[in-house]
């Protein structure tokens, strides 16, 4: 790609970005249920498990995250943090899509042992980051901790495990709402020690599409490669916040 293309493919992704990273975003967008909450810790929780189950349509991820807070009393980081085996049952009739009840449970249990013994979630993520400054070790090292209690080896293709080259959209996506600003008021900035030129685009089927059109993306798969190839793409365009691209990308292929 020459320089004159990459400048055209920049003006439209600036454009684009702007149109879509408004307010109004926040209402057809999973964030929305995060955005009930004003506790940091509530946020956190809420925006984890919000997208842990983001895929599919929007709406309803949205209604089952909504669904799945109700049964904690819309009080997550109080539930998580006092929550009884007796109390998890309640959630082991939940279900989205491959997300079911057994699942729900023990993502519970693993946030409440990260909350009580780990400092929370974004003490372990950024601890991972720190380590070589880098979202690839943030992402192992938060694998690791999510899964050091007894588990079900099935709950485990809810985390993506980036050692195995997966593209951790869910993890980059909840990444990029508690890293980046919150100047617009869509993404929340309560991280304050992983800088967000160092995110990773959430790469799904839209923006994998979108970028692959406009001759962004190269690779085929949507795996770590492809994220870590678009992303220095977009690192190019603007150094300082490459995945407020992630609007613009996902806008496009979402609604255009």
């Not at 956190?44 to 709406?59: D, H, N, P, V, Y």
């Amino acid at each position: 790609m020459d320089t004159k293309e990459q400048s055209r493919i920049k003006l439209l992704l600036d454009k684009k970005a702007d149109l879509y990273e408004r307010p109004e975003f926040i209402d057809t967008d999973p964030i929305l249920v995060p955005h009930n909450y004003t506790l940091k810790e509530d946020i956190e929780i809420a925006g984890f498990l919000t997208a842990t189950i983001a895929w599919g349509q929007r709406k309803s991820i949205i209604k089952c995250a909504k669904l799945l807070f109700n049964l904690m009393d819309n009080d997550p980081f109080a539930f998580v943090s006092c929550a009884t085996d007796q109390e998890l049952r309640k959630f082991q009739h939940f279900k989205y899509r491959t997300f079911q009840g057994e699942d729900c449970i023990f993502f519970l249990k693993s946030l409440q042992n990260i909350y009580l013994k780990h400092g929370g979630l974004e003490k372990v993520f950024t601890e991972g980051y720190l380590q070589n400054k880098s979202i690839f070790n943030s992402l192992i090292h938060f694998y690791m901790t999510m899964f050091a209690i007894p588990h079900l080896k099935r709950s485990e293709k809810h985390v993506a495990n980036v050692m195995a080259n997966a593209s951790a959209k869910r993890l980059n996506l909840f990444l990029r709402w508690m890293v980046r600003s919150n100047d617009k008021g869509i993404d929340f900035g309560l991280w304050k020690k992983i800088p967000k030129n160092s995110l990773m685009i959430p790469l799904d089927l839209h923006t994998g599409n979108t970028a692959r059109n406009l001759g962004l993306l190269k690779r085929k798969q949507n795996d770590w490669k492809a994220v870590e190839e678009l992303t220095s793409i977009l690192c190019s365009f603007d150094p300082e916040d490459p995945i407020k691209y992630d609007f613009a990308l996902f806008g496009m292929g979402a609604f255009e």
